[in-house]
Structures are given as C-alpha cells and as structure tokens.
T-cell receptor
Framework: AQSVTQLGSHVSVSEGALVLLRCNYS??????LFWYVQYPNQGLQLLLK??????LVKGINGFEAEFKKSETSFHLTKPSAHMSDAAEYFC????????????FGSGTRLQVQP | NAGVTQTPKFRVLKTGQSMTLLCAQD?????MYWYRQDPGMGLRLIHY???????AKGEVPDGYNVSRLKKQNFLLGLESAAPSQTSVYFC???????????FGQGTRLTVV
C-alpha cells in the first residue's frame, strides 16, 4: 500500500526566503511522485513529477524537488518565495501500475509574508 | 479543448436528496477518478474507472455510486445525501500511457 505524509499543515515564509515543503512517502514498489499546487477555489495543477529518471526534478514557477530513496522523501523547494506562491501544496504518490490512482498527502498551506 | 469539466460547480442539497455530478473529458484518457477534498485530509479516492463500462471502489466509497457508460464521461451519484458528504469533489483523469493526473475545477457540495 502507498501513503504520503506531509510535515507541517501550514508554512509561513517571507518574500524572498527559501521555501521548503516536506513530503515522505511509503510504497511497496518504486514510486512515481508528484507535487501539485492548488490556488483558492481552483483545481489542482501539476508542479513537477518524479518518474525514476533524474533524482532532482525541476518544475514550473522555479520549484524543484529531490527524490531521496534512502530517506523515502521528496521535499519541494524554491530558492526565493514570491507572493504569488501562496497556495496549498499536495504531495502525491502512485505505484504506476494497476489502477494508477494517486494517493495524496494532507496538504501544506504556504503563506508568503511581504 | 476544455480538458476536464465538472458540472455543477456549486450545489446545496437537503439531507436525503439525491444528485449526480458529471465529469466530462475531451482528452481521450483511459482512467478517471472521483476524489473528495476535506480540510486537513487531502484528497481521498471515492471511486475510479480504468475504462468505459468499468468502475471500482476507492478509499471512501460508501454513500456514492458511479457509472462510466461513455469513455468521456464519469458520473458520481449520491442517492441519499448526508451532511458528512459536504465536501469539494474533484474529478481527475490519467492517460493510459502517462502517470500524471489532470483535474477538473471541482464541485463544492453542501448538504444541510
């Protein structure tokens, strides 16, 4: 069975500061990992994905994430936060076979202070 | 090219009423999913379909039924709505050759 744990339901950073959102996963097979962003009253938009190629994955809007198998982690980072980054972020895992459904973490709301 | 379209976007139901949520996709994706989103719980899978005419239960299927009579449409039904079904419902699709999901804009349902 697959599962995702996101540490910290709320994260607050200052504009220009480093953004670090934590995600740990559990999977019985090599996983596919995703980060999605949700802006208020909208659906989820894919930020980036890991599908067993490079362990450092670059996504949209300057975000990147590093897959660390030994730590079962897939933390999301951005060097310099922008006000427009304020949103809710979800980490998700898929075992990529069979039903292919994504299992989501509980989400982290990012607040960016001016 | 609309992607994934959910109808309706908002709805208020009385306890015991029934309704159907429609998810329509124009991307020819094989897999379709219904999730519910509740505060602090992320998205939880209700039902899913791996192709036309097929459906299966997800993590939280009780109180819901689904049908996929056409490849492009996935319907979620509530036969007798309960306040515990107050939530935001999202439809998602995945192409048979890919791994990432594409989401609709959501349906905000309130059961009073």
């Amino acid at each position: 069975a697959q599962s995702v744990t996101q540490l910290g339901s709320h994260v607050s950073v200052s504009e220009g500061a480093l953004v670090l959102l934590r995600c740990n996963y559990s999977s019985s097979v090599p996983p596919y990992l995703f980060w999605y962003v949700q802006y208020p009253n909208q659906g989820l938009q894919l930020l980036l994905k890991y599908t067993s190629a490079a362990t450092l994955v670059k996504g949209i809007n300057g975000f990147e994430a590093e897959f660390k198998k030994s730590e079962t982690s897939f933390h999301l980072t951005k060097p310099s936060a922008h006000m427009s980054d304020a949103a809710e972020y979800f980490c998700a895992v898929s075992e990529g076979a069979g039903r292919r459904a994504l299992t989501f973490g509980s989400g982290t709301r990012l607040q960016v202070q001016p | 090219n609309a992607g994934v379209t959910q109808t309706p976007k908002f709805r208020v139901l009385k306890t015991g009423q029934s309704m159907t949520l429609l998810c329509a996709q124009d991307m020819n994706h094989e897999y379709m999913y219904w999730y519910r989103q509740d505060p602090g719980m992320g998205l939880r899978l209700i039902h899913y379909s791996v192709g036309e005419g097929t459906t299966a239960k997800g993590e939280v299927p009780d109180g819901y039924n689904v049908s996929r009579l056409k490849k492009q449409n996935f319907l979620l039904g509530l036969e007798s709505a309960a306040p515990s079904q107050t939530s935001v419902y999202f439809c998602a699709t995945i192409s048979g050759g890919r791994t990432e999901a594409f989401f609709g804009q959501g349906t905000r349902l309130t059961v009073v």
